[in-house]
């Protein structure tokens, strides 16, 4: 018996080698450097982010300065100057950066030597990528802290996941990155002050966006601090309240009428049946009360819908012109880099 060898050919199936990663294109970026007095500290972080980042546009918002920090700013090349006439907040220099760049992404970073290039990079990067529409730089343990905000940062924290439904591992760090499509609709609903930050946060998470976390480092900050702890802690406060009522509306009052309604209900009754003493007036004020306030929140998550159409469906916020020296919304003057 004789046997058979085949001599059919095996054909190999040629290895699929994965596409290399594709590199983020910085030119895509514009970094937003809010600035209010800090001449000791702008110069090297501009320098060291110019250096790093070249392709990168760098616009400084000088928030009405008394000092150099504005001709220390002009004076590095490609960099962009913005000028506010008088000091108008965190908030309103962001806001001001975000309207004069036409660039698809913005970040945020600060002017006092805080953040490192490094970090900035890797914040950025899904964002650039198209992974995420926004991602916040969550600040580790080996960063510089400030004793005393930490007990306001702790009642924010908890006020903030009990809105977003979520924990926030950094609700208020000055180092992030946005498609300039995502913030800019929400510009109007900005503080002027540092309750920015925590708005953004907020606003994004609610609204459903695609949001990432990357662990930063951030070092001792030059110079003095501007953030005024009890009046912009309050005013965050408030600002929360606000984002609550604009999201949550008819939770909101849903909640109130309920406090309201099922205690006068309940003492109503109890006197009623048991002590058979009618209906008591506190009660049914209390009962007539509630139901008030419900039907509030109805019209009010009505109006908040209406308010919703305004600016989700609406087209990307202008874009103002960078080039050239003249005049930005009538207070604010522009001074070109080199």
């Known amino acids: 018996m004789t046997a058979t060898v085949s001599t059919k050919k095996i054909q190999s199936t040629p290895a699929v080698v994965p596409d290399p990663p594709t590199q983020p ?14 001449e000791g500290g702008i110069g090297d972080t501009l320098r ?8 990168v546009e760098i616009i400084v918002v000088n928030d009405g300065s008394s000092d150099r920090t504005a001709e220390i700013a002009g004076d590095i090349e490609g960099v962009c100057v913005l000028a506010h006439a008088r000091n108008r907040g965190y908030g309103a220099a962001l806001k001001t950066g975000i309207r004069n760049t036409s660039r698809p992404y913005v970040a945020w970073y600060d002017a006092d030597g805080q953040h490192r290039p490094a970090d900035l990079m890797a914040v950025a990067a899904p964002v650039l ?19 005393d905000r930490v007990l306001g940062k702790k009642v924010l924290g908890l006020v903030a996941r009990l809105v977003s439904g979520e924990r926030i591992p950094d609700l208020n760090s000055g180092l992030r990155c946005f498609r300039r499509g995502v913030v800019a609709r929400y510009l109007h609903l900005f503080p002027d002050g540092f309750s920015a930050s925590t708005t953004s946060t907020l606003m ?48 909101v009052f849903a909640i ?7 205690p006068g209900l309940i003492y109503g009754f109890a006197l009623a049946v048991f002590r058979g003493e009618g209906f008591p007036t506190l009660a049914g004020t209390a009962v007539i009360s509630g139901l008030l306030t419900f039907f509030i929140g109805i019209l009010a998550d009505q109006v908040v819908e209406l308010r919703k159409e305004r600016f989700e469906d609406s087209p990307e916020a202008p874009v103002q012109p960078t080039t050239g020296k003249h005049a930005v919304r009538g207070s604010e003057h522009r001074a070109g880099g080199h």
């Open 25 to 38: 294109d910085w030119g895509t970026l514009s970094v937003i450097i809010p600035a209010f007095n800090e």
């Open 48 to 55: 060291e982010l110019r250096e790093s980042c070249p392709d």
């Open 129 to 147: 990528s198209g992974d995420k529409d926004v991602v916040i730089g969550v600040r580790g343990k080996d960063s510089a802290k400030v004793r």
């Open 204 to 251: 994004v998470l609610k609204r459903g966006y695609r949001v990432g976390y990357v662990p930063i480092v951030v070092n001792t900050r030059v110079g003095a601090s501007t953030v005024r702890i009890f009046a912009d802690g309050f005013a965050t406060l408030q600002l929360i309240m606000r984002i609550v009522v604009l999201f949550e509306a008819f939770k």
């Open 256 to 262: 109130l009428g309920a406090a309201l309604l099922v």
